[in-house]
């Protein structure tokens, strides 16, 4: 057997070895050996022969076909892991580069090129070599919630690489080189042992393992100081935690958070967690326990905690009964709440300053009781519980007291003046067993006018004694006073009065700070009450009706029965009014004088309906400006009448009125309902609003201008669809009316056809004239309604509409306004309609369609066929008019013979007949 050398590039070198019958060619180093594939000797050869995945590779080739797509793939195991494709030049050379996958397993790859025209193929090997990366960590110890620095070579260029380390996964991306360093994996929590660092190439696949061991934690901590005041700050030293984790610090006993913080990157920390050591711990020794929130690790321990020992001393170690007792200290817990203790009971709380010291302060009232005896109190920080105790003597009463005065009259007031009772306690007043009266001695057992006592008018010539007892401390003393009698007297300061003139009435003899009463018979004109020598002043008296002669005024005590009276002589008034001007229009202003009245009362000056209230002067006179009213105008003249509110006294006078003369034209005499109109006014008041009705309906207002003169625009008012038309103005200030008729004209419309014969249906346009402007207009067909039209500004319409469908003859138009209830009529004709029907079968059997055929109905119209029995059917003509093919089903039943049946065209109004024998 004989193979043929293979063909090769021109460079190629040729060795030929010749043993017995055959002869090989040997290929130059770099090119594999090729197969003859066909008469041309295609081949390939690559850049490269093995390498790693993920590699890009040039594929060449020669002797393919001009021009010719050479598609190249590679093969693992007969299937395809990478392709490309190129075109061969005019001498059937080619060259592409493909890239292998990443995760390609070690061995060997076919590298095929296929000439898609030729199918002319050759092939070449390559070897993969496999992925072996080699990871490495740092040095040094690692605990959970650490972390490790990890480093890695012999991974695919570029490509994503997961580092897992007992669990916790870290991704990073390697070179150009397939490597990376340093990379920073957190340590997770874990226990203490040794555990793998595995890298995984995401795209090769290649996988790299080490070792790394996790110590675990041993923690321990010591307090800043083994002994310490409360309220002072106690940190602590420690380490063996996790790093930078956060540590509480609880107390052991009650596993309350006193603080926390944080470790340092080797789990140590040095004066960390400190907080104030609470008052409420002096004395106890402090067991703490540290825990590391991270690792869940923990460690004790404590400090002692001193005590406070405060001194106390009293503001006085003498005290009377009742008085105040207040203390001083020092030793206590800043701000600290103090209590006051005698015994188990609590009688005062304070609080120690920024210092732990008290200042006058806890003050407690010394009990009555405790009089001549010694007082224990003990001072108890509520915090600290430290405390002190003192001891103070308690003195004894003294009881002395005097009257305010020694001799009063009945009704004057006693009070008392004293001291040696108890600081602060009540003191009761006792007339014989009777308690008259109590009030609290001051911060010394003293006091001064206490216990005000009104000396009763029974008491009148007698003495009184008074027995004044401390409640609290018992002391007890008296005091002795004399009564004196009343003799009551009342003067005017005038005997003669006008009524309503005021004067003052004065009242002597009666007990001091009593309260009178004046009465003018049983009426109350005044009250005032005593001075200190029984007498009082009643001010503004004065005399209520103003036709008495002669009035009498008693004052009477509202606490004794003591009396006083006195009587004075009554004038009459006689008051005149005078005017600035006696004639005047309304609206006018006119100023009324008056004198004669009460002084300072009220006078109402009334001038017809129209009146106002002015005040006297203090000689009883006046003057006042008023503006005539409006309501009286028409009138002659008015009366003007001032009357006093008090006296009652009248005075009047006429005033002659001049007249208002108003007149009003309209813009026409005579026009058509609807016609808008106009009017031209004068002699209204300058300024004031005038109110046009019509008809006695709502209207318009205008106001009428600086010289009374009024304009009606035509916009106001149409005049109105009825039989009169009355307008009336009236000045809404003046008063001043006038009315006046406008003649209302008739309606004569009319309405014409563009066309006045034709069949239903048809499109007739109407135009109507002499209609009111702008009403409604309905159109109507004999009885239907057409359609409505609203008329144009000169009572003119125009309106399309289609005839309706009816009956062969006259068809009335009627026109009819909806205001002017103008009726315009016209006729129109409706034409006849001839048409013609046939069948397309007369004998049919029953159950079976019969078709008709016909024309000359109107267009579209429904065609009814019916029998003596109804309606068996209809169908619709044609927009001509006409029908064919058109069905309809003899009824099954029908009983054979002749039958009749009636065609009826629903919109043409025609009939016509057709007998047909139905098949028995």
């Known amino acids: 057997m004989k193979i043929s050398r293979a063909s090769l590039k021109s460079n190629t070198q040729k060795l030929t070895y010749t043993a017995a019958a055959f002869t090989i060619l040997l290929a130059p180093a770099g090119y594999a050996l090729q197969a003859k594939a066909d008469s041309n000797d295609v081949y390939v050869t690559l850049s490269s022969f093995s390498g790693k995945p993920n590699q890009t590779i040039t594929v060449s080739g020669g002797n393919y076909g001009k021009d010719e797509t050479v598609n190249v793939e590679a093969d693992s195991g007969n299937v395809a892991v990478a392709t490309a494709s190129a075109t061969s030049s005019d001498n059937g050379e080619f060259s592409t580069s493909i890239t292998l996958p990443a995760k390609l397993p070690q061995g060997g790859l076919a590298i095929k090129a296929t000439g898609k025209s030729t199918g002319w193929n050759a092939s070449n090997s390559y070897y993969v070599v496999p992925f072996t990366p080699t990871v490495t960590v740092n040095e040094g110890n690692t605990t959970a919630y650490g972390s490790i620095k990890v480093s890695a070579t012999g991974f695919a260029a570029n490509e994503a690489v997961a580092i897992n380390f007992a669990g916790s996964t870290t991704m990073t991306t390697a070179d150009v080189n397939g490597a990376f360093s340093d990379i920073t994996v957190a340590t997770p929590n874990v226990p203490a042992a040794s555990y793998t660092v595995v890298a995984v190439g995401q795209s090769s696949g290649a996988t790299g393992t080490t070792y790394k061991y996790v110590n675990g934690f041993f923690p321990s901590a010591s307090p800043s100081t083994y002994y310490l005041m409360p309220l002072t700050d106690l940190a602590f030293n420690g380490s063996g935690f996790a790093p930078n984790e956060t540590i509480s610090v609880t107390d052991a006993s009650s596993g309350t958070l006193l603080s926390s913080f944080k470790a340092d990157a080797e789990g140590a920390f040095t004066d960390a967690g400190a907080f104030t050591v609470p008052a409420s711990l002096a004395g106890s020794n402090l067991k703490v326990v540290l825990s590391g929130l991270t690792s869940g690790v923990s460690t004790s321990t404590g400090t002692a905690v001193g005590k406070y020992f405060p001194s106390i001393s009293p503001s006085d170690y003498y005290v009377q009964p009742g008085g105040n007792l207040s203390f001083n200290g020092s030793g206590f817990v800043p701000g600290e709440t103090v209590d006051v203790m005698q015994g188990t009971t609590k009688l005062a709380t304070t609080t120690a300053d920024q210092y732990g010291n008290l200042t006058m302060a806890g003050t407690v009232t010394i009990p009555a009781t405790a009089a001549g005896k010694s007082q224990s109190y003990t001072l108890v920080g509520a915090t600290s519980k430290g405390s002190g105790t003192v001891t103070i003597g308690v003195a004894s009463y003294n009881a002395q007291v005097s009257p305010s005065d020694y001799y009063l009259m009945p009704g004057g007031s006693l009070s008392f003046s004293g001291f040696g009772f108890m600081p602060n306690e009540t003191v009761d007043v006792f007339s014989g067993t009777t308690k008259v009266g109590s009030f609290q001695a001051d911060m010394t057992g003293s006091f001064k006018k206490q216990s005000a006592y009104s000396i009763p008018f029974s008491a009148a010539g007698t003495s009184q004694s008074f027995r004044l007892v401390g409640e609290s401390s018992q002391a007890e003393t008296t005091a002795t006073i004399s009564v004196g009698q009343l003799n009551t007297q009342l003067t005017p300061g005038t005997w003669y009065a006008l009524p309503f003139a005021k004067f003052d009435v004065t009242a002597t003899g009666f007990a001091p700070g009593d309260t009178l009463n004046l009465k003018n018979g049983a009426a109350t004109v005044a009250t005032a009450t005593t001075d200190e020598d029984g007498t009082a002043i009643f001010h503004d008296v004065a005399v209520t009706d103003p036709a008495a002669k002669s009035v009498s005024f008693v004052a009477t005590s509202t606490t004794s029965d003591a009396t006083a009276s006195v009587s004075i002589a009554v004038g009459q008034y006689h008051p005149y009014l005078t005017a600035s001007s006696y004639y005047a229009k309304p609206g006018d202003t006119v100023t009324f004088s008056g004198a004669g009245f009460a002084p300072g009362e009220d006078v109402e000056v009334g001038t017809g309906k129209k009146g106002g209230t002015v005040t006297a002067d203090l000689d009883g006179a006046f003057s006042v400006t008023v503006e005539l009213p409006f309501a009286e105008a028409g009138k002659n003249s008015i009366p003007v009448t001032a009357t006093g509110q008090s006296s009652k006294a009248v005075a009047s006078m006429n005033l002659t009125l001049a007249p208002f003369t108003v007149s009003v034209s309209p813009s026409t005499w005579y026009a058509t309902p609807g016609t808008p109109v106009s009017f031209d006014g004068m002699g209204f008041l300058p300024g004031e609003t005038v109110m046009v009705s ?51 004209a008739q309606f004569y419309a009319s309405v014409q056809l563009d066309n006045y014969y034709g069949n239903g249906g048809s499109a007739v346009t109407a135009s109507g004239s002499g209609f009111a402007p702008n009403e409604q207009i309905t159109l109507t067909a004999g009885t239907t309604d057409l359609s409505t039209v609203t008329a144009s500004a000169k009572g003119a319409f125009t309106k399309s509409f289609a005839v309706p469908y009816a009956a062969a003859g006259d068809l009335p138009i009627t026109a009819t306004g909806a205001d002017s209830g103008a009726v315009a009529k016209t006729g129109y004709t409706v034409a006849q309609v001839y048409n013609s029907v046939e069948l397309g079968t007369y004998a049919v059997p029953a159950g079976q369609a019969l078709n008709f055929i016909g024309s000359g109905f109107l267009s579209n119209d429904t065609v009814q066929i019916s029998t003596k029995n109804g309606v068996i059917g209809s169908f619709k003509a044609t927009a001509q008019g006409s029908f064919n093919d058109s069905t309809v089903l003899i009824p099954a039943g029908t009983p054979g013979g002749e039958l009749t049946l009636t065609v009826k065209g629903l919109n043409s109004f025609t009939n016509s007949t057709i007998t047909i024998w139905v098949q028995g």
């Open 694 to 744: 019509l008809n006695h309906e709502g209207g318009a207002e205008v106001i009428a201008d600086k010289k009374g003169n009024i304009a009606v625009p035509a916009t106001a008012f149409s005049l109105p669809f009825g039989k009169s038309a009355n307008f009336i103005f009236q000045g809404e200030t003046s008063y001043a009316t006038t009315s006046l008729d406008i003649g209302l």
